[in-house]
């Protein structure tokens, strides 16, 4: 559906979602005391998602209007900053940030403010969103404080921290790889999107 156009990657999982329900009320899976628990999740999950939403959309308008975006980009202008020194700050600030704070509130806060300095600097934005989301995944397991490797940390009681830190490093070394190609390479990010529009 996707592919040829029918839906959105949004609607794609709303109608996954909605198969899924399907699925397993035709299998008897679902009765009164489950449904109602999947109602009250879901009413939480979605309360929890919008309040950031919400937060992030007054934060965004409040650095629009400031001219924060505006600024940035005349302070990379007189600093002699190449567009690519600025990309590699830009990236090093999503890496600290990921280490405190959660992807979707992290995306939804940074976006607005760094967006339109990478479209003013002249790349590509769909390249830009790839790239902000794997380096977001890179920085929920970057030490010392991947959020990611916490949580894990905090289902397998019998491994400590550290090792599970050790164990994520080749990870993280072949992730840090992927994103260094993908910045110099746009063609990897850009090869699907370009076949999809």
């Known amino acids: ?12 999982a709303g109608i996954g979602a909605c198969g899924a329900f399907a699925l397993a009320a035709v299998r008897g899976k679902i009765n009164y005391t489950v449904l109602r628990e999947i109602l009250i999740d879901t009413a ?15 934060l965004s308008n409040f650095v629009n209007r400031a001219g924060l975006p505006t600024a940035l980009v005349e302070l990379i ?13 830009i990236l090093l600030i999503y ?19 760094f967006f339109p300095v990478v ?18 995944e890179i920085s929920l397991i970057t030490p010392p404080v991947g959020l990611n490797v916490f949580v894990l940390s905090g289902l397998i009681k019998d491994i400590n921290t550290a090792t ?3 164990g994520v490093l080749p990870f993280w070394v072949a992730d840090m790889v992927r994103l260094a190609l993908i ?4 063609a990897i990010a850009l090869y699907l999107p370009n076949m999809l529009y």
């Not at 559906?1 to 990657?9: D, K, N, R, V």
């Not at 202008?77 to 700050?89: K, R, S």
């Not at 890496?95 to 979707?104: A, K, Q, T």
């Open 77 to 89: 202008q007189t600093a002699n900053v190449t567009p690519m020194m600025a990309l590699g700050i």
């Open 119 to 136: 479209v003013e600097l002249g790349f590509d934005p769909i390249w830009f969103g790839i790239i902000v989301v794997v380096v977001t």
């Open 44 to 58: 939480k999950t979605s309360a929890s998602l919008f309040a950031v939403v919400i937060s992030a959309l007054i």
């Open 164 to 166: 599970i830190f050790k």
């Open 1 to 12: 559906g996707i592919y040829i156009g029918a839906f959105t990657p949004t609607e794609a």
């Open 183 to 186: 910045v110099m390479i746009p």
């Open 95 to 113: 890496i600290i940030l990921g280490c405190v704070f959660e992807s979707m509130s992290m995306m939804l806060l940074t976006v607005p403010i």
